[in-house]
T-cell receptor
Framework: KAGVTQTPRYLIKTRGQQVTLSCSPI?????VSWYQQTPGQGLQFLFE???????NKGNFPGRFSGRQFSNSRSEMNVSTLELGDSALYLC???????????????FGAGSRLTVL | TQLLEQSPQFLSIQEGENLTVYCNSS?????LQWYRQEPGEGPVLLVT?????EVKKLKRLTFQFGDARKDSSLHITAAQTGDTGLYLC???????????FGKGTLLTVNP
């Protein structure tokens, strides 16, 4: 079956611009989580969506937002981009919400954002 | 805030050697997962451990969850060049069961 698809794979923006990243989960998966990965901080949790509702949120400023559609596809948006937003943004899907101790995440290949 | 400390941060070894990677925390986790991430790809789940003291084997990889469910280790026997990658541990716990990742161990296996 098809994996988690993230688009675009690479993008370059300038400070002050905004960006929208897209994630298509595995068919049948209703939960989508977003992570930011940088060399210094590792993977940091952004938010988790389940059935179009945000269920969990990490410690990121309000410039970072997301949404989930009825078909479980998700988008995240970053407004007023800063140099420090340069990172690999990873999306992961799972069948259920993260409250299950053994909940399995399947990650996409990520969207690499460079802010100049 | 639950934190996971991984050590070592970097590890470079020769093919055929054994190695152990550690993942430690002061917090208790309901479960702990290990992932491997290769360049240009997202992390791929290797194993999930849920019981304190649990040991799981995956071919040459042995995973152990500490008795107190605060730490874990990954041991690789007779490393191969294909084992090269970033190894991440991730723990689930707390009131919202958020998955917290360590910063990873970058393993390079040289031929």
């Amino acid at each position: 079956k098809a994996g988690v698809t993230q688009t675009p794979r690479y993008l370059i923006k300038t400070r002050g611009q905004q960006v929208t990243l897209s994630c298509s989960p595995i068919s049948g998966h209703r939960s989508v989580s977003w992570y930011q990965q940088t060399p210094g901080q590792g993977l940091q949790f952004l938010f988790e969506y389940f059935s179009e509702t945000q269920r969990n949120k990490g410690n990121f400023p309000g410039r970072f937002s997301g949404r989930q559609f009825s078909n479980s596809r998700s988008e995240m948006n970053v407004s007023t981009l800063e140099l420090g937003d340069s990172a690999l943004y990873l999306c992961a899907s799972s069948r259920t919400i993260g409250t299950s101790g053994a909940n399995v995440l399947t990650f996409g290949a990520g969207s690499r954002l460079t802010v100049l | 805030t639950q934190l996971l400390e991984q050590s070592p941060q970097f590890l470079s070894i020769q093919e055929g050697e054994n190695l152990t990677v550690y993942c430690n925390s002061s917090s208790v986790f309901s479960s702990l997962q290990w992932y491997r991430q290769e360049p240009g790809e997202g992390p791929v789940l290797l194993v999930t451990v849920v019981t304190g003291g649990e040991v799981k084997k995956l071919k040459r990889l042995t995973f152990q969850f500490g008795d107190a469910r605060k730490d874990s280790s990954l041991h690789i026997t007779a490393a191969q060049t294909g084992d090269t990658g970033l190894y991440l541990c991730a723990g689930r716990g707390g009131s919202n069961y958020k998955l917290t990742f360590g910063k990873g161990t970058l393993l390079t296996v040289n031929p």
